[in-house]
């Protein structure tokens, strides 16, 4: 069975543009780019080629990754309810062991920006926190067999 990639119609619609820009824009730039490389010559020396086939590879990787996740797409319904956490919830959580807040927003994978503050609700935090209310305790199991607790604070 397929892994399932949950996101709102909204993160399904922003995945569908980029892979339209890339299937209709990018490749053709990144095409025109070999073929004015290959113009030069000798192939073997030619650091422009070479860069050009490796952004190529990257992009048609990234053109595959997107079809994967469009095709196994769970759109779920955007909730507004804040009375308990789900996808696109922003939560403010206290840690007693560092003694400090957080804000995270959780989000599908397709959208991870740990440095903006963007989770996975697959990742241990994300799972921890789903349909919990303010003022729940959760306990959070890192990979390493450890753990740590977290208390809502706000839900937004």
Same mark, same amino acid.
């Given at each position: 069975?397929?892994? *399932?990639? /949950?996101?709102?119609? *909204? #993160?399904? !619609? %922003?995945?569908? *543009?980029?892979?339209?820009?890339?299937?209709?824009?990018? @490749?053709?730039?990144?095409?025109?780019?070999?073929?004015?490389?290959?113009?030069?010559? !000798?192939?073997?020396?030619?650091?422009?080629?070479?860069?050009? @086939?490796?952004?190529?590879?990257? #992009?048609?990787?990234?053109?595959?990754?997107?079809?994967?996740? =469009?095709? #196994?797409?769970?759109?779920?319904?955007?909730?507004?309810? #804040? $009375?308990?956490?789900?996808?696109?919830?922003?939560?403010?959580?206290?840690?007693? %062991?560092?003694?400090?807040?957080?804000?995270?927003?959780?989000?599908?994978?397709?959208?991870?920006?740990?440095?903006?503050?963007?989770?996975?609700? !697959?990742?241990?935090?994300?799972?921890?926190?789903?349909?919990?209310? /303010?003022?729940?305790?959760?306990?959070? $199991?890192?990979? !390493?067999?450890?753990?740590?607790?977290?208390?809502? =604070?706000?839900?937004?």
């Amino acid at each position: 069975m397929a892994e *399932k990639f /949950v996101m709102t119609q *909204k #993160n399904l !619609d %922003d995945l569908k *543009k980029e892979l339209d820009y890339l299937v209709k824009v990018k @490749r053709f730039e990144i095409i025109e780019r070999i073929a004015e490389a290959r113009s030069h010559g !000798d192939l073997s020396e030619n650091a422009e080629y070479d860069a050009a @086939r490796e952004e190529q590879r990257s #992009n048609e990787g990234k053109i595959a990754e997107l079809e994967y996740k =469009i095709k #196994n797409a769970d759109v779920r319904e955007e909730v507004s309810d #804040n $009375s308990y956490v789900h996808l696109n919830s922003v939560v403010t959580v206290y840690d007693d %062991d560092m003694e400090e807040e957080a804000v995270y927003t959780i989000t599908s994978v397709t959208e991870v920006d740990v440095m903006a503050g963007k989770i996975s609700i !697959d990742s241990p935090v994300g799972a921890a926190l789903m349909r919990k209310h /303010v003022g729940d305790k959760v306990t959070v $199991s890192c990979p !390493d067999g450890t753990s740590y607790t977290l208390k809502i =604070i706000k839900i937004a």
